[in-house]
């Protein structure tokens, strides 16, 4: 069954960093998510991804985060300057259509701001 | 602000019982909900999804019931299997949203043999 990969599995960097992660959604599968969940807390919704472009964001993902699409098969989020709260774990998810449909989800991105 | 809740942070059942977790919402403009299934070190799966048209689905032994006079769904598992041990979400979503699923914080369910 195709799946959504996401690497690397741990991220470990020290605050103010830039890191990226990355996500390889199902190939034919046409719209795009982050979303991250602090330890102990809910999954939560960060960002859509649809035509090249955003097209849903929460208040979370602000002007510190930013995600693109570089090639036909990658999808990013960016974090330009972590802080100690951006510790979560990341999801990268994908969905073959927009509406009522159901989004498959990578393993996650464990991420650690010292 | 929780538009999503899910009251029971575990539920602890026996081999070939019936499971039953419960997720209450407030949002009345939620017109989809999605039950996830998520194990330690993965992500989330999917489950099984209902419509607000709709007051049951079924889908093998997962039956998703919606009540939407009272904002409340639940998930009934049966007979439930050590396998189905795991965590599991409840999500929404409003309607015209491009995926936006509202969370709650999650069922851990064991299921003893």
């Known amino acids: 069954e195709p799946e959504v990969t996401q690497t690397p599995s741990h991220q470990v960097t020290q605050m103010g960093q830039e890191v990226i992660l990355r996500c390889v959604p199902i190939s034919n599968h046409l719209y795009f998510y982050w979303y991250r969940q602090i330890l102990g807390q809910k999954v939560e919704f960060l960002v859509s991804f649809y035509n090249n472009e955003i097209s849903e964001k929460s208040e979370i993902f602000d002007d510190q985060f930013s995600v693109e699409r570089p090639d036909g098969s990658n999808f990013t989020l960016k974090i330009r300057s972590t802080k100690l709260e951006d510790s979560a774990m990341y999801f990268c998810a994908s969905g073959q259509s927009g509406v009522r449909e159901k989004l498959f989800f990578g393993s996650g991105t464990q991420l650690s701001v010292l | 602000d929780q538009q999503v809740k899910q009251n029971s942070p575990s539920l602890s059942v026996q081999e070939g019982r019936i499971s039953i977790l419960n997720c209450d919402y407030t949002?009345?403009?939620?017109?989809?909900f999605l039950w996830y299934k998520k194990y330690p070190a993965e992500g989330p799966t999917f489950l099984i999804s209902i419509s607000s048209i709709k007051d049951k689905n079924e889908d093998g032994r997962f039956t998703v019931f919606l009540n939407k006079s009272a904002k409340h769904l639940s998930l009934h598992i049966v007979p439930s299997q050590p396998g189905d041990s795991a965590v599991y979400f409840c999500a929404a979503r409003s309607g015209g949203s491009q995926g936006n699923l509202i969370f709650g914080k999650g069922t851990k369910l064991s299921v003893k043999p």
């Open positions: 949002n009345s403009m939620f017109d989809y």
